[in-house]
């Protein structure tokens, strides 16, 4: 065989890898996406014996019942009730963005109606990125827990009132407390006043470290700290009625990196007689405004933390005597929802460490581990580290 012969075949081949190689990586990118198939079915009446237009207006429908099943399924009832209008304008009004493909399985026409059914493909991790960019918090994900740092003045008072100050304070102000109603009510988890022996004594402005600070060790992932205030408000109503006005301004911290993810700036006006009175009313309708636009904020960033893998460390201690019990765990911890991988990286006499690649924080990874149980051992999670969860089996 000639050189030139030699060449040519080498060539053809070289080709044909490359063609291979390429066709795989196509396959392996289509196949990593998420994609879901849903039978849906969808209704039209047909107008003026137009069968035609009449079809086509029951897929439309059919399409976009099957987007509004997969937003439903990946939400709580709770998240679509309240943020609906949101839902609707960003994702279900742009449903062609998330249809990959569909097919009419057939139809039925009766008197002027038409009803199809269709098999429709919808792009479910487009539909997540987009739930989690507008904030919107994904069924079964992983809260951040929040404690609220915010100071208040009421119409008729010299001076704020908050509780790490030099007084200790048994319940939270108006402010504060309608903040807190607000997120917990959206799923959020919020950390209660701690039980405090003495005062703190910390200044109403304290330094924003020393809060971020102060957060952590009382267990929160996000602090949300400002200052509400209520006055007369420079408007009345007519007929003598009297108005008042209430502003909040408050921010929100990533306990861990202490930057900030989120502020937010409301107000809120009452008409009442009573300043005290109205001043109140004032404080808690600015709290539910302001909880309401902070709960957005923050779930935006948490889930696209969330969305990120990071390598922690797992360190279980006594596992001598009781290798099947750590099996179970080890098997649990790898059926958890984000948990891409997991390694085992050492085995002594009575320790054992892996490295698992998860979407979130270690936090949200020992929280979803908490909900598991186990026959004939339990787990005590004593510490919890941004990159590391050390773990002891409690063997019964």
Known sequence: MSDRNTMKIWIKRSCLLVVLLLAWTSSYGADSRVVKQLNVLGSAVIHEKNLAD???????????????????????????????????????????????????????????????????DIAADRVSRDLSRLGLALAGAVYPRILFMVAERNVTDADFSYWWGDRRLRSRTISEGALAATLKSAGFKIVDLPDLSSPLSLPVNAPEADMVALAGRLGAD??????????????????????????LEARAFDVQTGQPIGRTRQKSVISGQDEVAGGREALSGVGVL????????IMAVWQQEQDRSAVIEIAVA???????NFVRLRTAIASLSGVNELKMKEMSADRANMAVTYQGSARSLADALLLKTFSGFGIDIFEVAPEAIRIRLVNQ
């Not at 302001?290 to 904020?297: H, I, N, R, W």
């Open 290 to 297: 302001a909880g309401d636009d902070l709960a957005q904020k």
């Open 222 to 247: 996000v602090l949300v700290t400002g200052h509400g205030t209520a006055a007369a408000a420079p408007n009345t109503m007519g007929g003598g009625g009297n108005a008042y006005e209430a502003v």
């Open 318 to 324: 006594g596992t001598g005597g009781h290798i099947a």
């Open 54 to 120: 009449g079809r086509q207006n029951a897929v439309n429908d059919a399409l976009a019942a099957a987007v509004g099943q997969v937003v439903m399924d990946m939400l709580t009832g709770e998240t679509v009730v309240r943020r609906f209008q949101q839902i609707n304008d960003s994702i279900l009004a742009e449903r062609d963005n998330y249809i990959q493909n569909y097919r009419v399985l057939t139809e039925s026409v009766s008197g002027t109606t038409v009803r199809t059914l269709v098999q429709v």
